[in-house]
């Protein structure tokens, strides 16, 4: 009997027309490293009592599907999920295309997920799908990936797929050698690492349901938050920092004019940092920065992803 592995494992994406219904074509194949993305309903003991000191049959809890999945960085899957996130984007030009997504929008898309086992064979069908949270850190090595947080409406289990034959994506990573980061469109040096986290605060709503599902998940004030430490060099963070002032930080990955992704705040805040002296190695300082609405553009965020993709509509 085959045991599931998962370097066989495969994950499969479709944006649904109906909340909380699988579409019956169009599923991409997602590359992914990791998911925890999945349905759990505990057990809640017993509380009566007059029965003895053996307890009675414990009661099924409301059932919960989210979870994580770790996704790499790409020029063309990376947008799929970009669009969970923002909702779908403008597209110009002809060859490469130019994709901008922007937040602040009121309706964001639902999808389907399924992740397969086909030794077992099992096959999770996850719908009603939507993206909570994207983050991911920029550093100078390593493997470049964003954790994307996923609220369900709930999980289906089936033996064949339900995802038919997925759309295979031609696969091509940024890595952190690609990078880059620019402070009102100045390159900012001493960057050791930064942080960057966009959460859309979605809100479950559990109303009373014969199937035990969720009706949606609304999404609220949307969040973006990060955090930069840099070599201790000059005084231009801490100087905006204590003048209340915000900036423009731009996060990008390139390779080459037809490939490449900016992501944008608007208006950064920084808060004053505690500036230590820990030996006589270099000094750092660390900034947990908060983004808001900006003045021109007049929104938190704006991503630019240029590839071949036609659309991502």
Not at 156 to 185: C, D, E, M, V, Y
């Amino acid at each position: 009997m085959a045991r599931a592995q998962g370097a066989r494992a495969q994950m499969a994406l479709a944006f649904e027309t109906v909340y909380g219904t699988p579409p019956v074509s169009g599923f991409k194949l997602m590359p992914f490293a990791s998911t925890s993305l999945g349905a759990e309903q505990p057990l809640l003991a017993s509380d009566l009592l007059g029965y003895g000191r053996d307890p009675l049959a414990p009661i099924k809890d409301a059932v919960t599907a989210d979870g994580d999945i770790s996704v790499p960085i790409d020029i063309e899957a990376f947008g799929f999920w970009l669009k969970a996130a923002f909702g779908a984007p403008a597209t110009s030009g002809t060859t490469p295309k130019t994709h901008s997504f922007t937040s602040g929008s009121w309706a964001l898309p639902s999808f389907s997920v399924e992740t397969g086992m086909p030794e077992v064979p099992r096959y999770a069908m996850y719908s009603g799908c939507m993206l909570d949270q994207l983050s991911w850190t920029m550093q100078r090595s390593g493997l470049l990936t964003a954790t994307a947080k996923i609220i369900a409406q709930g999980e289906t289990i089936a033996t064949a797929s339900g995802a038919g034959t997925p759309t295979a994506i031609a696969l091509q990573r940024f890595g952190h050698f690609n990078g880059s980061i620019k402070r009102n469109g100045t390159a900012l040096g001493h960057v050791v690492s930064a942080e960057i986290s966009y959460a859309n605060n979605l809100e479950r709503v559990e109303t009373i349901r014969a199937d035990g599902k969720i009706d949606g998940a609304d999404p609220a004030m949307a969040a973006l938050t990060g955090k930069i430490d840099v070599r201790f060099a000059d005084s231009a963070l801490v100087t905006q920092a204590i003048d209340g002032a915000p900036c423009e930080l731009e996060f990008s990955y390139s390779l080459g004019a037809s490939a490449s992704l900016s992501f944008t705040a608007h208006a950064v805040y920084l808060p004053r940092p505690r500036i230590e002296i820990q030996g006589p190695q270099g000094i750092q300082a660390s900034f947990d920065w908060q983004a808001a609405k900006g003045t021109t553009p007049a929104r938190l965020c704006t991503i630019v992803l240029t590839n071949s993709v036609a659309s991502y509509a």
